[in-house]
């Protein structure tokens, strides 16, 4: 599959950290996509987790690395122009496969995703990545997934805990807090799209950004694929990744490229 990708868009991504990308997915792709969203939240693997409370009224559910059980990721992440369109943003030549991320916010869910960086979880280093939120629901503005431009150029921030706030990847003190954008969102340039299915967002994994809960009857299905460019390299941790790569420590040496089967070249 091909994509038009302007140069237009290719700068706005290494400026700001985020575009949307209308139209990235036929209907046949959508279509797929959705029953293997379903597929996975009837069977979740092993890494699934609810991201809810208890008390919410609606509920928020995770999974993440099941590309190679289901059909559908797979295929997606295989035969669509994913790879082609990665390749470009992140001006790499090589893109692999970092890992898929399935998220769900059934209809009534309170429970918001807070403003927060990606990369500071995970086990890698490098700058030339992508992430794509790819929904198969229509999202409109108010719950959609938002950005503080420009923030991937400006350094790791903080990660923990979105329950709890829990300091459990880096020490305390350690890193700069994330800043509180809803105190004053004026002070920033904040990004956010209306999407269709068949849209999609490309962001970088040190864009700030955060979602709103979901409202009335809607659902908020999600797959979100993390790629991965030429200066990659495994960062292993002290603590528990997310999500965690049991036993790649002991085969991928710190510093050097994700070059393992768990972690594909995707051609272009």
Not at 36 to 48: F, L
Not at 183 to 196: C, K, P, V
Not at 224 to 248: I, Q
Request: proline share 8%; net charge negative; aromatic share 10%.
């Amino acid at each position: 599959m091909s994509y038009h990708l302007s140069d237009q868009t290719v700068e706005d991504f290494q400026r700001d950290g985020a575009v949307a990308l209308p139209g990235l997915f036929t209907a046949d792709e959508i279509a797929m996509l959705t029953e293997a969203i379903e597929a996975n939240i009837a069977a979740p693997s092993w890494r699934h987790k609810v991201a809810s409370s208890p008390d919410d009224p609606g509920w928020f559910m995770e999974d993440f690395c099941t590309w190679q059980e289901n059909s559908g990721y797979r295929r997606l992440i295989e035969e669509s122009a994913l790879s082609s369109v990665a390749a470009r943003l992140m001006q790499s030549k090589e893109v692999r496969l970092f890992h898929d991320h399935m998220l769900v916010k059934e209809p009534g869910t309170v429970q918001g995703t807070p403003w927060h960086q990606d990369q500071p979880y995970y086990n890698v280093d490098g700058f030339q990545n992508v992430s794509f939120w790819i929904p198969v629901d229509p999202v409109p503005r108010e719950w959609t997934l938002e950005f503080v431009a420009g923030s991937h150029l400006e350094g790791w921030l903080m990660p923990r805990t979105f329950l709890d706030k829990e300091a459990k990847w880096f020490p305390e003190g350690s890193m700069k807090e994330v800043p509180d954008v809803e105190m004053d969102r004026s002070q920033y340039r904040i990004l956010g799209w209306e999407l269709d299915p068949g849209d999609a967002v490309a962001f970088h994994m040190l864009t700030l950004h955060a979602a709103a809960g979901v409202s009335g009857k809607n659902r908020r299905r999600v797959f979100s694929v993390r790629l991965m460019g030429d200066d990659v390299v495994h960062a292993p941790r002290k603590w528990e990744t997310s999500p965690e790569f049991p036993g790649l420590s002991e085969e991928l040496p710190a510093g050097s490229p994700m070059d393992h089967p768990l972690f594909p070249v995707i051609p272009a």
